[in-house]
């Protein structure tokens, strides 16, 4: 496993670094939301509620083309969105960017909702329909960017096409599938002390015992798991702000304040690190709710219509639902119960992959460096030799006293071997793990937040549990639909059960790796397909309008009510 960790890193720097920078993306994406927002007249505002009206099924017709109800493809596309980046995603982002962070996010959702309505529609406009009987496992239709470049551009782009539906795979097998599995495996290790091998044969075998269905098995699953996860989730968020009424206003107030002038990062962000904050609020709003990356697409795409706009607009509802509901429900919650930033006591295992050695910078927040050969340390107290050395960490966070004892009362004395992952006393005795108040990141986090917000003991950790347990399985589910039709476009309906069989061995694997690694090469991932897909948009935008307006103007949707 170590292997796999470290090659994962590798080529996580490597491209980051010379292909695909951060920075880039967050450009490109928030552009390319404008652009479409203003070329299509601020669509998110103006058909939200025609939007609402075609989920209800209001319209629906079982005699069009397609596999699923418009509900059930909403719901198949939410399954993949409303997920761990409603839970851990806000958390990370928080972590690193600081209250403001959230703001971003915003800006990522609202913006999305144009570039969701877009590509929905071109998928459906371009989407391939299959002649003849199929197999319950193929299908009938497939849709998504692969094809939206192949026919809305033409041919001699197929190879942009193909680079696309091969990025979305690897992202597939990442992202939507072992980010997922690793948030499980976290979240109940760090509650119960579960294994992450037994976390990951449990949920390897239901995934695997539904997506081997087909789109049908999928559609029936997820229309029942997302909106039942949903209001557990919401409920027990809306009760803790009811709760805590009088802070809210006061906690907008401060997530626009460091938006733009962030000044209290736990990991990240130090005095005046605005890019810091964007970056992650950006990196964890399209982790969230996916739009621009061209994966939702392709669960709309088997939806009965014979309107490509009736699903845009079904579509536009994702980010609204996901991000501007969802996401801030948990950021508030995160940040009225002051658990974003707390220390809490935490077994410090010190070969873990959340272990890493910082250095303060010169904007006051903090840089992952090298492990020095030895920290000593006295009485508990880490003895640095100077403010710049490198200091022990835990989630990026520097760890202020050790002990040996979970109930912290024996301060160690000695020091801590990084390269050995072990901390040797001053008699000899050599320790894998060490107890102290450390700073907690992801599902952990929102869970502690929930815990202290819900009244009488530390139950409401477990609506977290929960949650989590159905949002990052349900997210797998309906990743792995992305995944086989990208596998079908590119290699033909053969490959569909082998990917499938892939697909549930990354999902063990995303079980039992470090949450860093999984999490930085999912947003690499995530990164190699947005590029060609928001440039396929902006060049198929005037086809967009077109097909907007011709819509609207029939209105084909009344023969239907």
């Not at 980051?16 to 505002?45: A, C, D, K, N, W």
């Not at 703001?103 to 299959?130: D, I």
């Not at 476009?489 to 860093?516: E, M, N, R």
Request: aromatic residues 12%.
């Amino acid at each position: 496993m170590e292997l796999v960790e470290s090659i994962i890193e590798s080529l996580s720097d490597f491209i980051t670094s010379y292909i695909v920078p951060e920075e880039l993306i967050i450009f490109t994406l928030l552009g390319t939301g404008l652009f479409l927002t203003l070329r299509l007249g601020f669509i998110q505002l103006r058909r939200f509620r025609h939007g609402v009206a075609v989920a209800s099924g209001k319209y629906d017709d079982p005699d069009d083309p397609g596999d699923v109800t418009h509900f059930q493809a909403l719901t198949t596309a939410l399954s993949a969105t409303v997920g761990v980046g409603n839970i851990a995603g806000v958390a990370i982002a928080i972590h690193w960017g600081g209250p403001g962070a959230l703001f971003w996010m915003w800006m990522t959702a609202f913006l999305g909702m144009a570039v969701k309505y877009s590509e929905v529609t071109l998928a459906l406009k371009y989407r391939h329909v299959e002649k003849g009987p199929t197999k319950v496992w193929q299908g009938t239709v497939s849709g998504g960017p692969m094809y939206s470049i192949e026919k809305g551009l033409g041919k001699r782009w197929k190879p942009l096409a193909v680079f696309f539906a091969l990025g979305l795979l690897l992202t597939s097998f990442l992202t939507g599938n072992a980010v997922q599995a690793n948030t499980i495996s976290d979240l109940f290790g760090t509650e119960f002390g579960v294994p992450g091998w037994i976390v990951g044969l449990i949920t390897s075998a239901f995934v695997a015992l539904v997506i081997f269905g087909g789109i049908r098995r999928i559609g029936r699953v997820t229309s029942v798991l997302a909106p039942m996860m949903a209001a557990v989730y919401v409920a027990g968020a809306l009760t803790i702000l009811a709760l805590n009424a009088g802070q809210i206003l006061p906690t907008f107030g401060r997530i626009f304040s460091e938006a733009f002038n962030p000044v209290s990062g736990v990991a990240g962000a130090g005095a005046g690190a605005f890019l810091m904050t964007i970056l992650w609020g950006v990196k964890r709003g399209l982790f969230s709710n996916e739009a621009g990356q061209g994966s939702a697409p392709i669960a709309h795409s088997a939806a009965q219509t014979e309107e490509p706009v009736s699903e845009g607009v079904v579509a536009l509802l994702e980010p609204f639902i996901d991000t501007l509901v969802i996401c801030t429900l948990t950021g508030l919650v995160l940040i009225i119960t002051g658990a974003w930033d707390a220390r809490i006591p935490t077994t410090l295992e010190l070969a873990s992959g959340d272990t890493t050695y910082i250095v303060r910078n010169d904007q006051g927040g903090f840089d992952e460096v090298a492990p020095p050969a030895s920290i000593p340390i006295q009485d508990g107290n880490p003895a640095y030799p100077d403010p710049r050395s490198a200091r022990y960490a835990w989630h990026d966070v520097a760890v202020d006293r050790f002990f040996t004892d979970p109930e912290q009362q024996q301060p160690f004395s000695g020091e801590i071997r990084p390269a050995e992952g072990v901390a040797v006393g001053l008699d000899g005795q050599r320790y894998d793990v060490l107890y102290g108040d450390a700073a907690e990141t992801g599902a952990p986090l929102t869970a502690l937040a929930f815990g202290r917000g819900l009244p009488y003991g530390d139950w409401g950790r477990f609506i977290v549990i929960i949650s989590v347990a159905l949002f990052a399985v349900s997210t797998a589910i309906s990743w792995s639909y992305y995944g086989d039709r990208c596998a079908n476009y590119v290699f033909g309906a053969s490959a569909i059960i082998p990917f499938k069989c892939v697909y549930i061995i990354f999902h063990f694997i995303g079980a039992t790796a470090a949450l860093q690694v999984i999490w930085d090469f999912g947003d690499v991932a995530l990164s190699i397909v947005t590029i060609p897909n928001l440039l396929s948009l902006i060049l198929l935008s005037g086809v967009v309008v077109k097909t907007s307006k011709s819509y609207f103007e029939r209105q084909p949707w009344l023969k239907d009510e």
